[in-house]
């Protein structure tokens, strides 16, 4: 079976993998340094958030995979591992969400430029996703910059975090 994705398209979703597990890196950083904070919640909230990341690569994997093309693998950066309080986590969060919403809107218009239908419907998932993932973010940093000003507040909202299922 032959390659049935253009070459930018190809380039930006290989890419796209290494992105996705540096997220899962990065979030599991993150994770470690609320452990260490003794913010069990948080921590344990950015280890689901690192494991839907993985996830997410191996979808984009497969794609490839499954478009008769070959999947080439990037290096994986070390993370940023230390933070100075759980404001400037999610504050990072929320960058980094942007940022990748930035790399899937490439991937899309790439995909109409080599007009790969195929990839512009799979791409459509994560747009989706995006959108809520930085809805998510935004909604958390809110509520943690209105309750940082009080420890209880910290723990409160640590405990609602603590609570997320898979």
């Not at 398209?9 to 597990?21: A, R």
């Not at 470690?32 to 993985?54: F, I, K, T």
């Not at 998510?136 to 009080?150: E, F, I, V, W, Y």
Request: hydrophobic share 40%; glycine share 6%.
């Amino acid at each position: 079976m032959g390659i049935t994705i253009g070459k930018r398209t190809y380039d930006l979703l290989n890419k796209q993998i290494t992105e996705e597990f540096t997220s899962e890196y990065l979030y599991l950083a993150m994770s470690a340094v609320l452990a260490d904070m003794g913010l069990n919640g948080c921590a344990s909230w950015m280890v689901h958030q690192a494991n839907e990341e993985r996830q997410h690569g191996i979808k984009i994997y497969n794609h490839i995979l499954m478009r008769g093309a070959k999947v080439r693998l990037g290096p994986i950066p070390a993370p940023k591992q230390e933070w100075r309080a759980p404001l400037h986590i999610f504050e990072e969060v929320l960058r980094h969400e942007q940022k990748v919403t930035n790399l899937i809107h490439a991937i899309y218009e790439a995909a109409v430029a080599d007009k790969d239908y195929q990839t512009m419907s799979f791409i459509q998932w994560f747009i989706d996703e995006q959108l809520d993932e930085e809805a998510t973010a935004t909604g958390l940093l809110d509520r943690l910059r209105k309750m940082q000003s009080t420890d209880l507040g910290v723990l409160m909202f640590d405990a609602e975090l603590g609570k997320r299922t898979v």
